[in-house]
């Protein structure tokens, strides 16, 4: 299963919804069911008193048929139960009041207390001016119930429609675990009536935040609803019982030396973490972007799949120097997984982790030990397949303490052989014999304790050591 593409490509034009239109879209036939709104008495014009704002609001419902900028509800997506959040735009630009905080409220208690996932369909243009401060600090209130319903271990999956700006991108857009973006949508902080007039509107976009490392994908309208259903689907099945190790997808032979394994390693038509996945899961989907502007499509695959008709969350290198960005994306899968009770499948693939003054600029150091860390708290199990270089402890970091296992084709070393030697002091002809002094076969992993055993040719048989002590 290919990839989703992080270039930014030019947006196209985005389609505007009404919060109706949207909910008959991506939900199952006479499914939804509206949850009755919490009643709240203003003073004429509101609680400002903002003059002409009671008419305002009057024709807003006339123009959309709603008397919020809210719709919330019930409903199936693909099969599966959820509390959804629809904005609707034409209702004063979808902007939050302490009206559209109560409705937010109370979605998430309902969410809660029914054991439910949360989906805000977000278009907004952010807080209610003529409401000031009390229309502000209603973003403090949504955060305070997406922080209870994180805890609550219950998945939120933000859809980002056109536009979506202001607290609402920062709290129930930007604050989801998941985020899906429609294509050409505006997405950002700043709206554009308030950005500086020389600022790049394609920085604007849901294509730019994907690039970013700020949304997981972006998705046509007319796949949204099965995407949605497949996220949804994943992420509210925990079963937390260990994954079990992939079949080796390589020769089954070891290799008689330590420059062999690392020769059979680096061949250019190993088996990589792609095809492992494809082997693996039966449907999968992609999780993009460290949240921080970062990403690293290309060093490390991270998601969810599905196997034997369980979730499994996976985080797998492949074969290239792994990216800060990459580590920290894969820290936010094993925070996610954990959090919602899925066990997590690792490949280690990489010959390091990437050493360059970009890479140290964008804290090489700390996002590794981010990673470190989030392995060994994590309480949901995981399990790792070194399935071709394991280099340093930018390989390490990744691979579970205690249930790694390794394929015939695949090495794991403190440093790469020629490191060592140039380390050594020793010249480029001994950097074969370091290889074998430095014991990094799987065979010799084995005898170390350093995996627990070797996964062997595609019909998957397992070389186990026997118990420690």
Request: aromatic share 4%; proline share 10%.
């Amino acid at each position: 299963m290919p990839e989703p593409t992080h270039e930014p490509t030019p947006a196209p034009t985005p389609e505007r919804l009404s919060a109706r239109e949207v909910l008959g879209l991506v939900t199952d036939p006479g499914s939804f069911a509206e949850l009755p709104p919490p009643e709240r008495r203003f003073p004429p014009d509101g609680p400002l008193g903002w003059h002409g704002y009671d008419a305002l609001r009057a024709r807003a419902a006339e123009r959309t048929g709603e008397d919020e900028s809210v719709v919330v509800g019930t409903a199936r997506v693909e099969g599966t139960a959820a509390v959804l959040i629809a904005f609707e735009f034409g209702f004063l630009g979808g902007s939050l009041g302490e009206r559209t905080g109560d409705r937010l409220e109370a979605a998430h208690v309902h969410a809660r207390a029914h054991r439910l996932p949360v989906v805000p369909l977000v278009a907004t243009g952010g807080s209610r001016m003529q409401e000031g401060m009390l229309a502000l600090s209603q973003l403090q209130r949504v955060a305070r119930q997406s922080a209870l319903t994180r805890a609550a271990g219950l998945p939120q999956v933000a859809v980002l429609r056109d536009p979506t700006t202001g607290g609402g991108w920062a709290t129930l857009g930007a604050g989801a675990d998941v985020i899906l973006a429609l294509p050409g949508a505006q997405v950002g902080f700043a709206g554009s009536r308030v950005r500086p007039p020389d600022a790049d509107p394609a920085a604007y976009t849901a294509e730019a935040q994907l690039a970013a490392g700020s949304a997981d994908s972006v998705v046509p309208l007319a796949e949204l609803r099965a995407t949605l259903g497949l996220w949804l689907r994943l992420l509210s099945a925990p079963a937390p019982i260990p994954a079990e190790p992939p079949a080796a997808l390589g020769g089954s032979a070891l290799p008689a030396t330590g420059w062999e394994a690392v020769r059979r390693a680096r061949a250019p038509h190993r088996p990589r973490a792609g095809a492992y996945l494809d082997a693996y899961f039966t449907r999968r989907v992609a999780l993009a972007g460290d949240r921080c502007g970062g990403a690293d499509p290309d060093g490390m695959l991270c998601g969810f799949g599905e196997r034997d008709g369980r979730t499994v969350a996976f985080a797998a290198q492949t074969g290239t120097a792994t990216l800060p960005a990459g580590y920290r994306t894969a820290a936010r899968l094993i925070r996610l997984a954990d959090r919602l009770g899925i066990p997590v499948l690792t490949l280690v693939d990489t010959p390091g982790a990437a050493n360059d003054a970009e890479a140290e600029r964008q804290g090489a150091g700390a996002a590794i030990a981010e990673l470190f860390g989030e392995v060994a708290a994590a309480r949901t199990p995981i399990t790792t397949l070194v399935i071709g270089e394991g280099g340093s402890g930018g390989a390490l970091a990744l691979a579970a303490p205690g249930n790694t296992w390794a394929t015939p084709d695949s090495y794991f070393s403190v440093i790469a052989p020629e490191l060592a030697a140039a380390i050594l002091k020793r010249p480029p002809e001994e950097v074969e014999p370091t290889a074998g002094q430095l014991r990094i076969r799987p065979q010799d992993l084995v005898e170390l304790g350093v995996v627990r055993g070797i996964v062997g040719h595609a019909e998957g048989t397992l070389a186990t050591p026997p118990p420690p002590g």
